[in-house]
């Protein structure tokens, strides 16, 4: 009987670490399905329904309208005069106070995915959250402050490396690694099973 057990429970999880993956890449895929085609769907839905005086919902319209609309401001962008508008825009949009914020934000994001650059610098160790333990980190600028040079430090939690905390030390409290960008990512993405 144990044998049978031992091989069903060893197919069981072999199994799990198969299907998990492939589910949660599913799911998340789905979310953003329904996320994207959502943004413009329940507004097509309801231009259909005063257009043709029946109620339907096509899956997939909204998407496929968005992208339309996203390769038109791409067209409109790349004109004299489209880009005067977008200027325009610009800085209006830069001078409203809460949408200031957020806008320039994301405009700073883009422009990283647009250079194709990475904004880490190079991967160091860093003593976080207590002396004695260190974390790695990922410095993304060199500042000033108070007449001392401090560097910022992006440490990353495990595994997702999109969020973390973005920390202040002395240049001294920063010690190399010895991984590249590319290699402290892994480290950090597998949990530290993937060491350098």
Not at 16 to 34: D, E, S
Not at 49 to 70: D, N
Not at 164 to 180: H, P, Q
């Amino acid at each position: 009987m144990k044998p049978i057990f031992d091989h069903v429970k060893g197919k069981f999880f072999a199994g799990l670490f198969v299907v998990i993956p492939v589910g949660i890449t599913i799911f998340i895929l789905k979310f953003l399905f329904n996320f994207a085609d959502g943004i413009l769907g329940s507004y097509l839905d309801s231009l259909y329904g005063l257009i043709s005086h029946r109620e339907a919902h096509i899956p997939g319209l909204g998407m496929i309208t968005g992208a339309i609309v996203i390769y038109l401001a791409g067209l409109l962008a790349t004109n004299y005069l489209g880009t005067r508008l977008f200027h325009w825009g610009d800085e209006l949009l830069s001078r409203i106070p809460l949408v200031k914020s957020i806008y320039t934000s994301s405009k700073q994001l883009t422009k990283v995915f647009r250079e194709g650059k990475t904004s880490y610098r190079r991967a160091v160790f860093v003593e976080w959250p207590r002396p004695g333990v260190r974390a790695i980190g990922f410095v993304t600028a060199e500042v000033e402050r108070g007449g001392e040079r401090l560097v910022v430090v992006y440490v990353p939690t495990m595994p997702n490396p999109t969020s973390g905390f973005a920390l202040f030390f002395r240049e001294d409290e920063v010690y190399e690694s010895g991984m590249s960008v590319e290699e402290a990512v892994k480290f950090v993405v597998s949990g530290g099973m993937v060491a350098m």
